[in-house]
């Protein structure tokens, strides 16, 4: 056994874990905790949603509260999800350009550099006057990176792919490239581009390359209207990372409608599941499918939780608890052997934000110590019997729940 | 972005630490918790005391209790205090000389090696009858401080300076100064004073030193009463550390009675501002100023509470916990942002001791998650929002709740 691995509870997992064919269904409900609001009477909106069927299920079920990353520390989507995967993203660093490209399912090579592009917009002067370009449509965004795929560059190979709206990503294909690379996005409007900078000198040829590749860019996009110019971030190196099967011995499919998760999920080894209608329903039927044709980890998600967040609009965020429920139903019946529902952190309305609180969980399904709870909210959480845990923890929970998890020690 | 820094949750905070001019006050009733009492009805002192201001701030605040190092281990006051200001005293150790010669403001260089001095009491034969002296006044401490301040010895520079009581402190400054040296207390009366033992070869230049100093001092003392020798304890070497201004971006000060919490908030590079009066009400107008004067972090500290229950007198510390909160209000006029209130440690009545008993705190400000607590308590403190954390997660949270803290990946 790796004595490193030993200081690690989530290495010791790997070493543990064994397959059986019980099945794990990670339902993430993105941005679920909130704070207590006065238009609600102070509850938040999982307390103020009407969710008779996740009331049900929680007391049935184990309760408890996940800190996504650390205390006090705000997370990305990926972080966030990377946790809930068993992926301690403090040990598993992953640049948002990665999972742009794998989340378009661009197949990306060890090596690889990927980055964002933002189509923006700049005026005369070579200022950035909108960094999204109007939020041009992605039909628009198609036909411009049809465009940029004409450049060429001596030296790498270069792949452009539409991400949504005006995002788009780039991948540079060569011998020893280099993340180690400033954003070109000054991140404010009224600035111009920035060059990309290396970090160190190893970096130097790669941002060569940036930096021809954005010039060429300007010069194709010049005379268009209201994108006219490109502004790259994140940009990320791709090395492979171990798989959930390789970790686990799971056979895991995620569930997704974003590019952005679908990219999290292929980064650990799952296979994507496109659902065969774009909404929630659609979503229920491709887990039945995911868990019918044997997958062993399925990972659900539903997006607009915090996309009402975001907007500081807890009625929606309501609506979007609501419609969650009415297909708590349909999970179960899909037959799970355990069921986690949780947030992949607090996008709480009141600040427009993610934020670092707590999230609420539920653990439905194997030896669980029930009857502590009688809701599904925040408050309840907290007294619940699992707890408060590191996201990072869940996964050796679930694996425990569905009897993937020898002993430790005699 | 540091990928060392990365594995770890404290480093991660000063990767992600930007300057505002949001302020945060971090209040310390030392000692705060406590163990239920039978005089008390089985109420512990917080719970017994009478606290309309904490209770009501409470309702509006997020509760929650922290382990001061670690499970089961009794801190003394400077890595309790180092914690709560971000620094993981199990990585940042600091010997108790060097908090006490930072405590009386002396300006220690680099390389300095500063121990404590206690003075003691030996008979006719040498043997220690009182490691205290009768616990001396301060007024004549000076005097034999003044009387020690003669001693020479070749190669090094002596500074001697009293602190409170029987206890003053010594720096030695030379080239090539070692702290891996025995204490010469021999931490019982009964015994003969010790030799300073060096741990190693480079250390036996320094052992000598420090026992021509011993040797000296006691033939200075040999014809007082009753301080007639000196005992050295702690004997640590002087490294700066890294300012909370360097990790956090905070401009910071420490409200402080006592030289020995001043010391530990001078190690982390925090302004002692002394106030106008040596009392509560003194160091509450010192806040006031303290955060008008734009200080992005005040620490301020309460003494009382930990002195009553190393007395065992519980009646006491309700008194010190009441008279804090009556100045809660001038506290919260002063107009921090966020606004902390715990103590560093437990010192339970019944154990006259510091203990490792999780530590009650309570966070007002900036976006909580409120209203699950109706009074500030330890069993309150249990079932509050904010759960057990370690001591040091603190800061994360505190910068956090300030707006202080960028989001931790895309």
Request: hydrophobic share 40%; proline share 6%.
């Amino acid at each position: 056994m790796n004595p490193e691995g030993m200081a690690n509870g989530s290495r010791l997992v790997d070493d543990l874990a064994f397959r059986t064919e019980s099945k794990i269904l990670l339902a993430v409900i993105d941005g679920l905790g909130d704070l207590p609001i006065d238009d609600l009477d102070g509850r938040t909106p999982l307390e103020a949603a009407a969710t008779p069927n996740l009331d049900a299920l929680a007391r049935l079920s184990s309760l408890g509260q996940h800190v996504p990353v650390a205390r006090g520390i705000t997370p990305g989507s990926g972080p966030a999800h990377l946790a809930l995967f068993g992926y301690d993203p403090l040990e598993h660093c992953v640049g948002r350009g990665v999972l742009s490209a794998l989340g378009v399912g661009f197949d990306l090579h060890p090596g690889d550099l990927a980055a964002r592009i933002n189509f923006c917009t700049v005026d005369g002067d070579g200022t950035v006057t909108d960094r999204r370009a109007g939020r041009i449509s992605t039909e628009t965004c198609r036909e411009l990176v049809d465009e940029l795929s004409g450049i060429e560059i001596d030296g790498i190979e270069l792949h452009i792919m539409p991400v949504r709206d005006h995002r788009a990503c780039v991948v540079f294909r060569g011998d020893g490239l280099s993340d180690s690379l400033t954003d070109t996005d000054p991140g404010l409007v009224g600035r111009k581009p920035l060059q990309a900078v290396a970090g160190n000198q190893g970096a130097e040829r790669t941002a060569a390359f940036v930096r021809e590749f954005s010039a060429k860019a300007a010069r194709v996009l010049e005379e268009k209207s209201p994108a006219n110019q490109i502004l790259l971030r994140g940009f990320a190196l791709y090395c492979p990372w171990q798989t959930m099967e390789d970790r686990f011995g799971l056979r895991a499919a995620a569930v997704a409608l974003y590019p952005m998760y679908r990219g999290v999920a292929s980064l650990v080894g799952m296979d994507v599941i496109a659902p065969s209608q774009d909404d929630l329903q659609g979503e229920a039927i491709a887990v039945r499918n995911s868990i019918s044709d044997g997958y062993t980890f399925t990972f659900m998600h539903h997006k607009p939780a915090d996309s009402a967040g975001e907007d500081g609009d807890c009625r929606a965020k309501i609506a979007a608890i609501e419609e969650f429920d009415t297909i708590v139903p349909a999970l179960i019946k899909a037959g799970p052997d355990v069921l986690c529902i949780t947030g992949d952190h607090s996008t709480p309305c009141s600040m427009k934000l993610h934020s670092w609180h707590p999230v609420p969980l539920l653990l439905y399904g194997g030896p669980q110590r029930t009857g502590c709870s009688a809701v599904f909210s925040e408050r309840s959480a907290l007294s619940g019997s699992t707890g408060t845990i590191r996201a990072v923890e869940l996964m050796a929970i679930l694996m425990a729940s569905a009897g993937k998890l020898a002993k430790y020690g005699a």
